[in-house]
C-alpha cells in the first residue's frame, strides 16, 4: 500500500465523465425480489428542499429499512454470498457497520456461522446489531482498513469465506458481485421517478466510503446513455476520509492517514481497486463535508419524515456545497437541476452517532 498523503477539501468537478461509458452492469433485481421481505425503498420527493436548492424537483432514496436492516447493504451482501457460496461454512468480513451486519444477516438466513472484523472506534450498538444476527464479532486495535487486513487473515483458514465490499489486487471477484447487487437500488430509483412523473435524474448524490455504491451507480449511469446530457454523479465523503477526493485530484489512487468521522460508514483511508477506475472516469463532481454539515443534513431530512443517519444525510450535505457553491453549476450536467437524487444509504438507528 502507498504512503498516506494529506487530504484535500477543493471540489472536483470533471464534465467530460458524463460522456465516458462503461459496461451495463449485470440485472439482479430479479434475484432480490426473491428474498424473504423484499419491497422497493421508498423515493420521498420533498419540495421544500427542491427549492432552497434551486431545483425542479428533488428526491430521496431513502435506505432506512432495506430487507429487514436499516442501510442498503444487504444488496451487495446478499447478491455476493449467492454468487460465491459452493462448500463453505462460515462467512469473514470486515465492516465499519453496515456491511458486517448484512452479511452477519445473509449467514443466519443460510444456517453459516460468521465471523466479523471492526475498528475499534466503532459504536458499541453497531456491535450488539451484528451479534444479535448470531456473529462472532472481533474488534481490532485500530481503523477500518486494519480490520479488513485481518478478516482476510482469518478467511484464509479452511471453509471460510471472505465477503468483503472492497476490492485489491488478486480480491476483486466477490466485491464485484457486492457492487452488481447495489444495482438493484438504481433500477428502483428509475423506475420510482418514472412513476412519479418525474425526469430521468440529472444529479445524483451518492455517500462514499470505499466507492463500491459509487460504483454501481457509474455503471448504472454510464453503462448506458453517455453524453454531456448524462446525469451528474457527485461523491461526497466526510472531510476526514476523503480518499476519492483526494485521489481525483491527485490522478491516483491514494491513501489517507486515518481520521475521525461520525459518518462511520465513509470513514476509509482507501479505496477499491475496482472501484477506482470507475469513479475516475465516470464521477464528474466530488466534495468533501464536515460532520456539523451531516448533522443539519440529518436534522432537516428527519425533520421531512427521512430517518437518516450521518452518511445517509452526507448526500445532501454533498448537493447543498456543490449547489450553493460560486459558479459550480456550470460544471455539472445541464439536467442537473431538472431531478435531483440523493441516496439515503443508512437509518439513524444504524449509527446511533447523531445522538
Ligand atoms: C450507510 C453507508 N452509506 C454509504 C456507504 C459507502 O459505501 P462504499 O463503502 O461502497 O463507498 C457505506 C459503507 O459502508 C455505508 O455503510
Redesign the pocket.
Known amino acids: 500500500m502507498p504512503a498516506p498523503v494529506t487530504a484535500v477539501s477543493a471540489p472536483y468537478f470533471r464534465p467530460a465523465a458524463r460522456a465516458w461509458r462503461c459496461a451495463p452492469p449485470a440485472d439482479v433485481a430479479a434475484f432480490h425480489a426473491t428474498l424473504p421481505g423484499y419491497a422497493p425503498t421508498p423515493l420521498v420527493e420533498l419540495p421544500r428542499l427542491a427549492a432552497e436548492l434551486g431545483v425542479g424537483r428533488l428526491f430521496v432514496k431513502d435506505e432506512s429499512a432495506r430487507l429487514g436492516l436499516p442501510?442498503?447493504?444487504m444488496l451487495g451482501a446478499s447478491w455476493g454470498v449467492e454468487r460465491a457460496l459452493r462448500d463453505e461454512k462460515r462467512l469473514v468480513a470486515a465492516t465499519?457497520?453496515?456491511?458486517g451486519r448484512a452479511v452477519a444477516a445473509v449467514a443466519r438466513l443460510r444456517g453459516l456461522a460468521a465471523t466479523i472484523f471492526v475498528p475499534a472506534d466503532i459504536h458499541p450498538a453497531s456491535i450488539a446489531a451484528i451479534r444479535a444476527e448470531g456473529a462472532e464479532v472481533v474488534t481490532v486495535d485500530g481503523i477500518y482498513d486494519l480490520a479488513v487486513e485481518r478478516a482476510a487473515k482469518e478467511a484464509a483458514e479452511p471453509g471460510s469465506l471472505l465477503v468483503q465490499?472492497?476490492a485489491w489486487p488478486g480480491y476483486e471477484e466477490i466485491p464485484r458481485w457486492i457492487v452488481e447487487g447495489y444495482a438493484t437500488l438504481f433500477t428502483e430509483v428509475d423506475a420510482q421517478l418514472a412513476a412519479a412523473g418525474a425526469a430521468p435524474a440529472g444529479l445524483v448524490g451518492v455517500?462514499?466510503?470505499?466507492?463500491?455504491?459509487?460504483q454501481a451507480a457509474v455503471a448504472h449511469y454510464r453503462g448506458r446513455a453517455a453524453g454531456p446530457d448524462a446525469p451528474s454523479l457527485l461523491s461526497v465523503e466526510p472531510e476526514s476520509a476523503a480518499c476519492a477526493l483526494a485521489s481525483l485530484h491527485a490522478g491516483e489512487r491514494v491513501t489517507l492517514e486515518p481520521g475521525r468521522t461520525i459518518m462511520h460508514?465513509?470513514n476509509?483511508a482507501t479505496l477499491s481497486t475496482l472501484a477506482w477506475p470507475y469513479l475516475r472516469d465516470g464521477l464528474d463532481a466530488a466534495v468533501a463535508i464536515g460532520d456539523a454539515d451531516t448533522v443539519r443534513a440529518a436534522r432537516d431530512l428527519a425533520a421531512l419524515g427521512v430517518p437518516a443517519?450521518p452518511?445517509?444525510a452526507a448526500a445532501l450535505a454533498g448537493a447543498r456545497a456543490v449547489l450553493g457553491g460560486d459558479g459550480n453549476r456550470v460544471l455539472l450536467s445541464p439536467r442537473h437541476a431538472g431531478t435531483v437524487v440523493l441516496l439515503s444509504?443508512?437509518s439513524a438507528t444504524?449509527n446511533p452517532s447523531l445522538g
Open positions: 442501510a442498503f447493504k465499519d457497520g453496515n456491511h465490499d472492497t455517500p462514499v466510503g470505499v466507492g463500491s455504491l459509487a460508514g465513509l476509509c443517519g452518511c445517509g444509504t443508512e444504524a
